[in-house]
């Protein structure tokens, strides 16, 4: 009885000199994923050798972390496990082969996402996070104000730039083919955007609340806008179609979008069909250029 009692005291005792070691961290049981981090927490962090995944929203609303090292062990990097995070800049080691969406979302100070270049399925240039051969733009950090898209892209991933608020401008090149849902969420500065005459798909919510968007081009490659694609953008006021003869796109495509006060513009000779159309004839004004 009383050795039993010895190795409970033995075992409480070593529990507890964990506890103390990464008492900024919750982590699982088998000390191998971050659960949350400790609210309030401040400064740079190391993560302990043993940790191998980084769990869903673990360091989100993390305002006061300002640098992470995040060891070559974990593998995985979970949904939104950044997000509102106070870093300035990230190193991901090449032993990451899972990022999950939203990582770095709303990151306001986020100037660089750096990759390892060992990494098998993620690379960075210019700070700006994509997939291995640079054909996925992944994340774009926060803190930038613009961007030039390498013609290596063909997509822009989920939720590529959500948050990006301080983002005033961007060159989509013309081998981009889709913008993912929710790729410029929250992109409230900025005021006007081309997409080119290579994108067929624009996502679900994929501009919702940029409310800084006065004006917008659809080039006639696009041939499916989703749901709520520019959900919230208020201050919207030119939308100009490329498409000779007008498309139905989703019922719910200019969802919460007050098109009475947005002038619709379309090419010449295609005004009328547009004007007679149940779909577009609510727009402010029609007009041919």
């Known amino acids: 009885m009383q050795h039993k009692n010895k190795k409970y005291i033995i075992i409480k005792f070593k529990h507890k000199i964990y506890m103390e070691q990464h008492d900024y961290l919750k982590l699982s049981e088998d000390g191998k994923t971050v659960i949350k981090c400790k609210e309030g927490y401040k400064g740079a962090m ?8 980084i769990g869903d929203n673990a360091f989100a609303n993390c305002f006061s972390l300002t640098s992470i090292e995040i060891p070559n062990n ?14 300035t800049s990230i190193v991901i080691p090449d032993s990451v082969t899972v990022i999950g969406n939203d990582v770095f979302s709303s990151c306001t100070s986020l100037k660089e996402i750096i990759v390892e270049k060992g990494n098998p399925n993620y690379c960075s240039k210019d ?28 997509k822009i991933g989920y939720s590529a730039l959500a948050g990006c608020e301080n983002l005033t401008s961007i060159e989509i090149p013309n081998s981009v083919t889709e913008i993912e849902d929710e790729a410029f969420i929250d992109c409230s500065n900025l005021t006007s955007i081309e997409i080119p005459d290579s994108v067929t798909v624009i996502g679900n919510k994929a501009f919702w609340g940029c409310y800084g968007l006065t004006s917008i ?17 208020s201050s919207l006021t030119e939308m100009h179609f490329k498409h000779m003869t007008p498309i139905v796109f989703s019922d719910l495509a200019f969802w919460q979008l007050d098109i009475s006060n947005i002038t619709l513009y379309v090419p010449k000779g295609s005004g009328e069909a547009y004007r007679n159309s149940e779909y577009y004839k609510d727009f402010k004004k029609i007009i041919e250029e």
Do not use: H, Q
């Not at 974990?74 to 870093?87: K, P, Q, S």
């Not at 081009?217 to 520019?230: G, L, Q």
């Open 74 to 87: 974990v593998t995985v990097i979970g949904n939104g496990a950044f997000w509102f995070a106070g870093l």
């Open 127 to 154: 700070g700006v996070l994509y997939s291995k051969d640079m054909s996925i733009l992944v994340a774009v950090p926060c803190g930038k104000e613009s961007i030039v898209l390498p013609d290596s892209v063909i």
């Open 217 to 233: 081009k659809i080039p006639d490659s696009v041939i499916v806008i989703r749901d709520s694609a520019f959900l919230w953008c």
């Open 46 to 53: 190391v993560i302990p050798r043993s940790v191998t995944r």
